[in-house]
């Protein structure tokens, strides 16, 4: 079946640099874009940005732009996602999500939980 | 790109219909019928409920409905059941090649 299964929660002190990988499997990695969404405690979902695995091309929300870098391996069917520059702001679950051009996000991974703290 | 607008919450009694509202521009939700619906419960990951404004994914229940009318989506539950207690995102594609969110709704059953 089609899953997406991301990797495990990390805490990071503020100013620090963290990276989430998003592992595909059942469908052909380079068909579909990945999507990420983050959802900080109590409050709602945030899109961030998509790749597109065949091209490498991105799009990112205009509020992350510079801080995040989103790529991927398609040897391993993988999906990574790093953001920069951490404050506690940035604590959240962040998700990824296969997608299509019309904004079809399905499935979704099963979420990172990024804690950052001193 | 600011969030789509929808109600905080929405309540019904078993069996009604309640609908939840989305609100946005024409640089997204009146441009393009790009248009999600993700129901979340406590603690799992968003599930897609109808993409393309009114389609739903094999498994969905046809309780559930999508529409369009200018800038404003809508979902509609009909026959409300208990397991429809979640909260519920709207999406939509902007001119920008982007996406949005909306605020969120919370529906309880009475």
């Known amino acids: 079946q089609v899953q997406l299964v991301q990797s495990g929660a990390e805490v990071r002190e503020p100013g620090a640099s963290v990276k989430v990988s998003c592992k595909a499997s059942g469908y052909t990695f380079t068909v579909y874009y990945i999507n990420w969404v983050r959802q900080a405690p109590g409050q709602g979902l945030e899109w961030m940005g998509w790749i597109n695995p065949n091209s490498g091309g991105t799009n990112y929300a205009q509020k992350f732009q510079g801080r995040v870098t989103m790529t991927r391996d398609t040897s391993i069917s993988t999906a990574y996602m790093e953001l920069s520059r951490l404050t506690s702001d940035d604590t959240a679950v962040y998700f990824c999500?296969?997608?299509?051009?019309?904004?079809?996000?399905?499935?979704w991974g099963q979420g990172t939980l990024v804690t950052v703290s001193s | 790109q600011s969030a789509l607008t929808q109600p905080p919450s929405v309540s019904g009694s078993p069996g009604q219909s309640v609908t939840i509202s989305c609100t946005g521009t024409?640089?997204?939700?009146?441009?393009?019928?790009?248009v999600s619906w993700f129901q979340q419960s406590p603690g799992t990951a968003p599930k897609l409920m109808i993409y393309?404004?009114?389609n739903r994914p094999s498994g969905v229940p046809d309780r559930f409905s999508g529409s369009k009318s200018g800038n404003t989506a809508s979902l509609t539950i009909s026959g409300l059941q208990a397991e429809d207690e979640a909260d519920f995102y709207c999406?939509?594609?902007?001119?920008?090649?982007?996406?949005?969110f909306g605020t969120g709704t919370k529906v309880t059953v009475l």
């Open positions: 999500a296969r997608g299509t051009s019309t904004g079809r996000f399905d499935p």
């Open positions: 999406s939509s594609y902007t001119r920008t090649g982007t996406y949005v």
């Open positions: 393309e404004v009114s």
């Open positions: 024409s640089s997204d939700v009146g441009s393009y019928n790009r």
